[in-house]
């Protein structure tokens, strides 16, 4: 089983994981084999703290294991220093045993599916915010991170099941009027150009903390405090599709 669900924001938002009700009964049924995917601000990558590593070991004693993209408000320096590794086609960086940041650009093959991932987004409330403190130049993409992206999709012939990132293409934004608080970046544009020529099932965002589907465009979906199941081609996609805004 592969569950989906958007920012942690550390221990702000963390309750999702942690609150009695469905979720938490689903969760607690899962193995090390099924896989809790977070869609950016993960957050406990942040200061390298006992805090910190408190809710890592936390998060590695849970029965499934978590995947994340990084968000942009990661640390992101602290998240560069870890080790890269193969992993299920893309490249990762292992937290924990259980616990693994998806890098940005990659292509992984989970369950019989295919997850590109792309994290990374543009903080609007920068202004707020230290540099190498709480807000690093390493939230948007490098270029060569974008090769990455466009080679690793071109050797996926530009099919994949799911799409994972932290932001949405810039035409979208426009679309749903969301440009006048999230401004648009070279990743909103280049998210618009490849969801032209890619092929896919779902692309799920968090980052705008809203949770459901974009109205006349069904294949986006923004998730914030929902968590959700994703299946395989064969079977029917089974989650809430009431709209974002």
């Known amino acids: 089983m592969i569950l989906i669900t958007g920012d942690l924001h550390g221990e702000i938002d963390v309750s999702k994981l942690t609150h009695k009700g469905a979720h938490r009964k689903a969760l607690s049924r899962l193995t090390k084999d099924d896989y809790l995917i977070i869609c950016g601000d993960f957050g406990f990558i942040w200061d390298g703290s006992a805090t910190d590593r408190?809710?890592?070991?936390?998060?590695?004693s849970k029965p499934y294991t978590t995947l994340f993209i990084d968000g942009n408000h990661e640390n992101h320096e602290l998240l560069d220093n870890y080790p890269v590794r193969k992993w299920n086609g893309g490249d990762v960086h292992q937290i924990m045993p259980s616990v693994?940041?998806?890098?940005?650009?990659?292509?992984?093959?989970?369950?019989?599916?295919?997850?590109?991932?792309?994290?990374g987004a543009m903080s609007h409330d920068i202004e707020c915010r230290v540099e190498g403190k709480s807000w690093w130049r390493r939230e948007l993409p490098s270029l060569e991170e974008y090769k990455t992206a466009w080679r690793n999709l071109e050797d996926a012939d530009w099919k994949v099941d799911y799409v994972i990132s932290h932001s949405m293409p810039g035409w979208l934004l426009s679309e749903l009027d969301m440009l006048d608080v999230y401004f648009p970046t070279e990743l909103n544009n280049f998210f618009s150009t490849i969801s032209e020529k890619l092929t896919f099932r779902r692309w799920y965002s968090g980052h705008y903390h809203v949770d459901g589907i974009a109205p006349a465009h069904r294949q986006y979906r923004f998730i914030y405090n929902d968590i959700v199941r994703v299946y395989p081609e064969s079977e029917r996609i089974a989650e809430n599709t009431r709209q974002a805004v």
Do not use: A, Y
Request: aromatic fraction near 26%; avoid cysteine; charged fraction near 15%.
């Open 100 to 119: 693994f940041h998806l890098m940005r650009g990659q292509v992984f093959t989970l369950q019989g599916m295919k997850f590109f991932t792309m994290g």
């Open 54 to 60: 408190w809710w890592l070991k936390w998060l590695d």
